[in-house]
């Protein structure tokens, strides 16, 4: 069984690899272990794909929100000062951070990079062979790289979250596996887990390990 036992967890990823999906569904799990969760808004970068969009699901679930004040517009970086630090003093929370798709979004996490570094934190790089620009191992660790450095904090994993929207099929997932085990080789750091749709997730059951689970709360406007 999978086990993410970090008090703090910091969700990052290029454009479109998933990790906003990911970052909401590794909330839900959490608080279904029992866990006192707080999933932290810090995209900057996209204003469509937000898990600050489920702020009212996720609370309805038990699980808190910080959203920045101006969230789908320009960010005012101030406004989220207080509740994240409230947050990150909270010893008896598991905190979630979905920050930004590049080295932009991830200066936002800078500022508050001596606090995590003090405490037990995971950076979780979310990756998407399919998607364009990152198309080569090397070029997901080169933007893993740029997060590192305007973040101030080091990647501990790499999550597999390899798709092609409504049209991935198992194999697509089978064969992103050595993408992202040469994209983690090449970054020094593991593969924890592969991210895939429940219900293809059945689908793969002996053939692949450390399978995650996840339902699709992010769609695209034009899906709604």
Known sequence: MLEFNHRINIITGHYGSGKTNFAVNLAVWLHQQGKKVTLVDLDIVNPYF???????????????????????????????????????????????FD??????GATALGRYS???????????????SYRYLTRSPQEAI???REIESASRLTGTAIINNSNLAYETR?????ESIPYAQQAAQAAGLPVLCHSVERELAESLKGQAEDIFPVDIYVKAPWSK
């Open 170 to 174: 198992a194999q697509d997932i089978l």
């Open 99 to 104: 920050v930004g798709g590049d080295d932009a």
């Open 114 to 128: 001596a606090q995590i570094k003090a405490d037990d934190y995971a950076l979780l790089y979310v990756i998407n």
């Open 142 to 144: 080169e933007i893993l």
């Open 50 to 96: 937000r898990s600050a969009d489920f702020k009212g699901e996720m609370e309805d679930m038990g699980i808190r929100m910080v959203v920045p004040q101006f969230a789908n517009s320009n960010l005012d970086i101030p406004t989220l000062t207080s509740e994240v630090n409230i947050s990150l003093f909270d010893k008896e929370a598991t905190v979630i």
